[in-house]
């Protein structure tokens, strides 16, 4: 799963899940801007960071999502945070989330930065130990549902869909597309129109994400039959994808690791929109 791009697009969209998951009021989010911060002269980026709109006493959150194990996790993420506050001259104090699916693959060396985590400077979210999600609110719950293995992801996935159209206080129709992003990559050998179907989806008919869905599907369908046709047809939809997720503010790396395209391929796609989009 491109768990990158997955969390990206969950904390733009629902910033206030990531200050739940850190125990602070849903509605901190309203002071903050969240974005993915590249810092300049150098290869580092940091997957995410919340920026305070307007209160030089808040401090700024550092956010990175770790699923493979990375002795130099925190020696990278040190180095990452410094030099963004020397490159920015911030005011604001500051503090590094990590976010681990377990603990067991939290195998970073802590020697040096050992005073970071006494202080809580920098803290570790391991998912699968936040508790069961029925008892979690439904935006941490829908973080979880990426780690779940595929057969009680489709339990919960349903109980989740549930919980969204119940819902009064989300915004509704982005979360329940969220959580079918998440279920197509944990179900990747079935269409989305199976997802649909199995999870009860009909309102996604409306959606972006259905019709883009659609739209590849007449694409890929011109060429059954011809392998080599249905490739080009999938390449086509990718790059078709890329002026899009530019426009959501992904770098040009994330979109590569998303649609699986190589950088090159996408800063070609990214070369051919109109200088007025």
């Given at each position: 799963?491109?768990?990158?791009?997955?969390?990206?697009?969950?904390?733009?969209?629902?910033?206030?899940?990531?200050?739940?998951?850190?125990?602070?009021?849903?509605?901190?989010?309203?002071?903050?801007?969240?974005?993915?911060?590249?810092?300049?002269?150098?290869?580092?980026?940091?997957?995410?960071?919340?920026?305070?709109?307007?209160?030089?006493?808040?401090?700024?959150?550092?956010?990175?999502?770790?699923?493979?194990?990375?002795?130099?996790?925190?020696?990278?993420?040190?180095?990452?945070?410094?030099?963004y506050?020397?490159?920015?001259?911030?005011?604001?104090?500051?503090?590094?989330?990590?976010?681990?699916?377990?603990?067991?693959?939290?195998?970073?060396?802590?020697?040096?930065?050992?005073?970071?985590?006494?202080?809580?400077?920098?803290?570790?979210?391991?998912l699968?130990?936040?508790?069961?999600a029925?008892?979690?609110p439904?935006?941490?719950?829908?973080i979880k549902?990426?780690?779940?293995?595929?057969?009680?992801?489709?339990t919960?996935?349903?109980?989740?869909?549930?919980?969204?159209?119940?819902?009064?206080?989300?915004?509704?129709?982005?979360?329940?597309?969220?959580?079918?992003?998440?279920?197509?990559?944990?179900?990747?050998?079935?269409?989305?129109?199976?997802?649909?179907?199995?999870?009860?989806?009909?309102?996604?008919?409306?959606?972006?994400?259905?019709?883009?869905?659609?739209?590849?599907?007449?694409?890929?369908?011109?060429?059954?039959?011809?392998?080599?046709?249905?490739?080009?047809?999938?390449?086509?939809?990718?790059?078709?994808?890329v002026?899009?997720?530019?426009?959501?503010?992904?770098?040009?790396?994330?979109?590569?690791?998303?649609?699986?395209?190589?950088v090159?391929?996408?800063?070609?796609a990214?070369?051919?929109?109109?200088?007025?989009?």
């Amino acid at each position: 799963m491109k768990t990158d791009s997955i969390f990206y697009r969950l904390f733009q969209e629902f910033p206030s899940i990531f200050f739940e998951l850190i125990g602070n009021p849903p509605e901190t989010a309203n002071l903050y801007q969240f974005s993915s911060v590249e810092i300049k002269q150098t290869a580092f980026r940091i997957d995410g960071v919340f920026l305070p709109t307007q209160d030089e006493e808040r401090p700024i959150y550092f956010v990175e999502v770790q699923f493979q194990p990375d002795s130099d996790i925190y020696l990278r993420l040190v180095s990452e945070l410094f030099l963004y506050l020397r490159q920015n001259k911030s005011k604001n104090s500051w503090q590094g989330v990590v976010i681990y699916p377990s603990r067991s693959i939290d195998i970073g060396d802590k020697e040096h930065f050992i005073e970071f985590f006494l202080s809580q400077r920098i803290s570790r979210i391991y998912l699968d130990e936040l508790g069961e999600a029925a008892s979690l609110p439904i935006g941490i719950a829908t973080i979880k549902l990426v780690i779940e293995n595929e057969n009680t992801a489709i339990t919960t996935a349903r109980e989740l869909i549930n919980r969204a159209k119940q819902a009064v206080n989300i915004q509704q129709q982005q979360l329940l597309e969220l959580i079918e992003t998440i279920l197509v990559y944990k179900f990747p050998a079935m269409s989305r129109e199976e997802i649909e179907a199995m999870f009860g989806l009909t309102e996604l008919k409306q959606t972006r994400v259905y019709q883009e869905a659609r739209q590849e599907g007449r694409q890929e369908g011109k060429q059954e039959g011809k392998q080599e046709g249905k490739q080009e047809g999938r390449l086509e939809a990718k790059l078709e994808a890329v002026p899009k997720l530019l426009a959501l503010g992904l770098s040009v790396e994330q979109i590569a690791q998303a649609l699986d395209l190589s950088v090159t391929q996408v800063q070609q796609a990214a070369q051919q929109i109109p200088p007025n989009q």
